[in-house]
Structure formats: structure tokens, C-alpha cells
């Protein structure tokens, strides 16, 4: 199993350990962890989930009146040779 593949099972396993509800899926270039966040989430259980996604290349949380809460993370497939080496809070 790839490296990426690895560190996003381990991100994903944390997050379910939690008691999130997680989804992996491969991608071009990257392999993506997903899992909606419940409303109420005590304290601990966020810093256990800092703690996961900080592991991967890039995360985010998307919020919507509609669709609640999604947690995202994104482990890159290789690594990026230049220009694109933002961490976790690097957007484009």
C-alpha cells in the first residue's frame, strides 16, 4: 500500500475513533478523507480531530446551512517538486 495510501487510513482510523463516520477516496494525485461533523462535539473530541487532519497535506471544514458540517483532508500522492507546498492553511 502507497504512503499516502497509509497516512490517510491512519487520518481516517483517528477520525473514526472519534466517532466520525469517514470516507476515503482516491483521487488523481491525492488520496481525500471526508466525514461530516456532528453539532454537538465536545472539546477533546475537536483536538483529537486537529491532532488527525494536521497529518495531511491540506484540510479544511466546509459549513452549510443545508448540508451540516464536512471535515476534509487531503494526503498528496507525491511530493510536490515546487510552487506548491502550502500547508494545511495554504488555499488556492
Known sequence: ?????VSAEAIAARLSAVGLAT???ERDGCTAIEAEVPEPLSADSWREVLEAVAQADRFGL???RSNGRTLWAVVRKTVP???DVGGPGHQR
Do not use: D, I, K, N
Open 62 to 64: 466546509l459549513a452549510t
Open 81 to 83: 517538486t515546487t510552487g
Open 23 to 25: 470516507r476515503v477516496e
Open 1 to 5: 500500500m502507497p504512503a499516502s495510501e
